[in-house]
T-cell receptor
Framework: DADVTQTPRNRITKTGKRIMLECSQT?????MYWYRQDPGLGLRLIYY???????NKGEISDGYSVSRQAQAKFSLSLESAIPNQTALYFC???????????FGEGSRLTVL | GEDVEQSLFLSVREGDSSVINCTYT??????LYWYKQEPGAGLQLLTY?????DMKQDQRLTVLLNKKDKHLSLRIADTQTGDSAIYFC??????????????FGIGTKLQVIP
């Protein structure tokens, strides 16, 4: 089983719909992240959380919100999806001796 | 992100060496990382270097760090078709509150020609 699990893996939705992407981890790490990947733009940080009570905006938080329900769970919501939010979304945790990031396999979202 | 810069694309022939370059801005990083993303998959740590090192070698991989110029490179010797992937340079950056968050470059797509 993967250490960082994202659901759904693929989602097609329509403009204006509310979408939630979920992430759960078994690494036991406090730090969790949501990134967005677009071709030619690399990975951009949406939100990050250093523990359940500490949530911070990243570079591109507009149009997104997050919830850290527990140490192991960090979900990303799009309250009203728009087409330019079509992207590949990654959840990650960070920890260990060298502060490595551990990524989920990604959630591909298409907004029509 | 603009704090970490790398080129978009590199094409090499199988058996040749590949060199992927990266520049970063934040000198407070204790470690610098290279991640690999294979098609349809998430990113995985490929290698890293401690900031007080100039070079690290791990089998076919060599990481060079020039702290003065804030330049990091990844050399892959005897490049194989299985090395075709996107390679991301990553640098932790100090955020508000003294925490570090990891900033990624745009990723270099390595194409290996048989």
């Amino acid at each position: 089983d993967a250490d960082v699990t994202q659901t759904p893996r693929n989602r097609i939705t329509k403009t204006g719909k509310r979408i939630m992407l979920e992430c759960s981890q078994t690494k036991g790490h406090d730090r969790m992240y949501w990134y967005r990947q677009d071709p030619g733009l690399g990975l951009r940080l949406i939100y990050y959380s250093f523990d359940v009570k500490d949530i911070n905006k990243g570079e591109i938080s507009d149009g997104y919100s997050v919830s850290r329900q527990a140490q192991a769970k960090f979900s990303l919501s799009l309250e009203s999806a728009i087409p330019n939010q079509t992207a590949l979304y990654f959840c990650a945790t960070r920890g260990g001796t060298i502060g490595e990031l551990f990524f989920g396999e990604g959630s591909r979202l298409t907004v029509l | 992100g603009e704090d970490v810069e790398q080129s978009l694309f590199l094409s090499v022939r199988e058996g040749d060496s590949s060199v992927i370059n990266c520049t970063y801005t934040d000198s407070s990083s204790t470690y610098l990382y290279w991640y690999k993303q294979e098609p349809g998959a998430g990113l995985q740590l490929l290698t890293y270097i401690f900031s007080n090192m100039d070079m690290k070698q791990d089998q076919r991989l060599t990481v060079l760090l020039n702290k003065k110029d804030k330049h990091l490179s990844l050399r892959i010797a005897d490049t194989q078709t299985g090395d075709s992937a996107i390679y991301f340079c990553a640098s932790p950056k100090r955020a508000a509150g003294g925490y570090q968050k990891v900033t990624f470059g745009i990723g270099t797509k390595l194409q290996v020609i048989p």
